[in-house]
């Protein structure tokens, strides 16, 4: 049945009310959602799908696609309903289910569980930086392998509350330095939050003005409607290739819903029966129909045979380009599967005790880095200002400038847009285990990217250096406590703790070869000793997260620890030996990678019945799975030589001793 929309509407003013039509009735159907930015932002996501991205809903992954991020992800009826117009694996069904266990369409985007849905957004600023990131990974691999294959660019949408978050801040400063010309971004500027107007809190700025102290090329387009005006700006920003832009387009939420459109009532809640009718009146449509696509809007879209062709021309470029450089062909085929090139294994370093006996894990995992850098062609990320101190440079490298698009991002102090750039790099593809790296206290800046991270179950790598009260002098702000907690609460993170040298070269092979999501490397910035594995058990039981270190027939106890308190576990097996007392020691780099192994390989490793210490410097919590005690540092850190606060918070041999008689 055709709708009685007006004869005098045309087919894109009809496609753009459909997507209207189709947000309004899922979120009345769901109870709940945010009808007022799918509403308003309308004529820009129809402009987007059906006019100016270069994509496949046939082929969701074809590499060479323009990426679309909604950072204002609660309207996710926008992205839904274009989806769902555009031919992507996303049926009428689906948006009736919007909402509901089990469907394709949850309250915010997720990757991995919507075709077509590049990144999970929800927390606002996040899908900014993410953007910020595909576009990094776009430049790195076009300059590496060729505009013939890799030539697109990332679009998104974002808005108030995305723009009043300090990532986003953080993201858009880095893009406009490095001169991210392949970002587009259009700004729902509609003056409406959760709260009420944004001049509750957002009216002195001009975020234009902000984004060109940024180095952004900026744009105004003074009503969402005016699909002229919106193409014109957005071809000036595709023309646009030395700068990042952002269009600023005032829209009206909720429009045109005659009595929510422009207020707060329009942002978060469903608009009620009788003023989707209402609206539904105004567009000239049938109040009684739902979820309904008048003839002609798929057809209008075209996304398919546009997307398709698309396709077959890089196709035929891509085949071209393989066939003249068959080398870099592999190198390219191994990237997207994120896998390094032959050889890692056999590359990895390794140190002898004899010859240097302590070293620092940082010190390790730079030395390891330069060992591996030839293998992982595309391995991009750097640290937030700390390259000295976490040795994470790859030092045949450059820095990824304006210039040069390089395997080094200097990231500046920028922890959270570091994490949330991280995971566009990893998003985007072809980027194999990018990674960001800092101090381990300062995880707590960009936590929520960690967290995302793990919930898209992305292969990225987490680097955190100056690991413990251990650290020194810099005092209780800089010395981590909670963290190694904090982390391991995560689900789907993998958190790996190194306890020398050789176990920490062992720890990137693992984090990258094995470790299929997130991993975290925790390391020392103080020297550790590197111990002897002709005598102990083999760095290599590192894979199982767990492993018998020292062992003694007769032992009566197990002493757990981690990093670079397995040194302080294996002092303390001696000083029990002496008066008699057989233990074995367990180094435990990874909870989650022994939690993986099967029961009789825990029980191999950790005795049941038989009494179990843990020590680690840091609180206790969660150690209660597998331990009966723990030697734990429960306060802050203290300003003073490493060493002496390690002492003094009773990280000694001496405690775990006295722990250990005190379970025997």
Not at 79 to 97: Q, T
Not at 384 to 411: C, F, H, M
């Amino acid at each position: 049945m055709a709708t009685t929309a007006p004869k005098s509407a045309t087919s894109e003013q009809l496609a753009v009310d459909t997507i209207r039509t189709l947000a309004m009735d899922a979120i009345e159907h769901a109870g709940n959602g945010h009808p007022g930015m799918p509403m308003g932002m309308a004529p820009v996501g129809y402009l987007l799908f059906a006019e100016v991205m270069r994509h496949n809903p046939r082929d969701p992954h074809w590499p060479d696609r323009d990426r679309f991020v909604l950072s204002a992800g609660h309207g996710s009826m926008l992205i839904y309903a274009l989806l769902h117009l555009s031919g992507y694996d996303v049926s009428m069904e689906d948006l009736r289910a919007f909402r509901q266990w089990g469907s394709k369409t949850p309250g915010h985007p997720e990757v991995h569980h919507t075709p077509g849905v590049e990144t999970t957004t929800g927390p606002l600023g996040q899908g900014v930086a993410n953007a910020v990131g595909m576009a990094l990974a776009e430049r790195f691999l076009r300059e590496r392998y060729g505009a013939e294959v890799q030539d697109h660019r990332i679009y998104g949408i974002c808005s108030d509350g995305d723009l009043m978050e300090g990532v986003s801040a953080e993201a858009a400063s880095l893009a406009g330095h490095l001169g991210l010309g392949n970002l587009i971004f259009l700004y729902d500027h509609n003056h409406i939050s959760i709260d009420g107007r944004t001049s509750l809190t957002f009216d002195r700025e001009d975020v234009n003005k902000r984004f060109d102290a940024y180095g952004w090329h900026t744009l105004d387009v003074d009503d969402a409607n005016d699909l002229d005006a919106l193409r014109a700006a957005i071809a000036a920003a595709q023309a646009e290739t030395g700068r990042p832009s952002l269009i600023r387009v005032r829209s009206t939420i909720g429009y045109p819903a005659p009595n929510k459109q422009g207020t707060p009532g329009a942002h978060g809640a469903a608009l009620g029966e009788d003023e989707v009718r209402a609206t539904k009146e105004v567009l000239g449509w049938d109040p009684d129909q739902q979820f309904h696509v008048p003839d002609g809007v798929y057809e209008t879209f075209g996304a398919v045979e546009r997307g398709a062709a698309a396709q077959a021309a890089w196709e035929e470029r891509f085949q071209a380009w393989r066939a003249a450089d068959a080398e870099r062909a592999r190198e390219w085929d191994l990237a997207w599967a994120g896998k390094p090139l032959p050889g890692l294994d056999a590359a990895l370093p390794s140190w002898d005790p004899a010859e240097k006996p302590s070293l620092a894990t940082r010190g390790a995992s730079g030395e390891t880095i330069q060992a591996i850098a030839p293998f992982l062609p595309t391995h991009v990320g750097g640290s937030a200002d700390l390259n000295e101190s976490v040795k994470t440079g790859i030092k045949a490298d450059g820095p990824y400038s304006r210039e040069q698009a390089t395997r080094n991002v200097y990231w500046g102090i920028r922890e959270h847009a570091m994490g949330a750039a991280v995971n566009g790099l990893a998003l985007h593809g072809g980027i194999v285990k990018p990674y960001g790296a800092t101090f381990l206290q300062f995880a707590d800046y960009m936590r929520p990217a960690i967290r995302l991270s793990a919930l898209m179950n992305l292969p990225v790598l987490w680097v955190y250096s100056h690991d413990s009260v251990a650290l020194g002098e810099d005092g209780p702000t800089h010395q981590p406590v909670e963290h190694l907690a904090a982390l391991r609460a995560i689900p789907n993170l993998t958190v790996i703790r190194p306890s020398d040298a050789n176990e920490t070269a062992e720890a990137w092979r693992v984090a990258i070869e094995e470790v299929e999501g997130p991993a975290v490397l925790i390391l020392t910035r103080q020297n550790v000793p590197t111990l002897d594995r002709s005598v102990l058990g083999s760095a290599q039981g590192l894979d199982k997260g767990a492993y018998v270190l020292a062992e003694s027939g007769d032992a009566v106890a197990t002493i757990v620890g981690t990093g670079s308190e397995v040194g302080v576990a294996l002092a303390a097996r001696e000083m029990l030996a002496a008066d008699g007392i057989s233990t074995r020691v367990v180094a435990m780099p990874s909870w989650e990678l022994f939690a993986a192994q099967d029961q009789a390989y825990r029980d191999g490793v950790l005795p049941p019945g038989q009494p179990k210490v843990a020590v680690e410097a840091g609180i206790s919590q969660g150690w209660e799975r597998w331990v009966d005690g723990v030697v734990s540092i429960e306060r802050f850190g203290a300003s003073a030589p490493g060493a002496l606060v390690l002492e003094e918070y009773g990280i000694t041999p001496a405690a775990v001793a006295a722990k250990v008689r005190e379970l025997l």
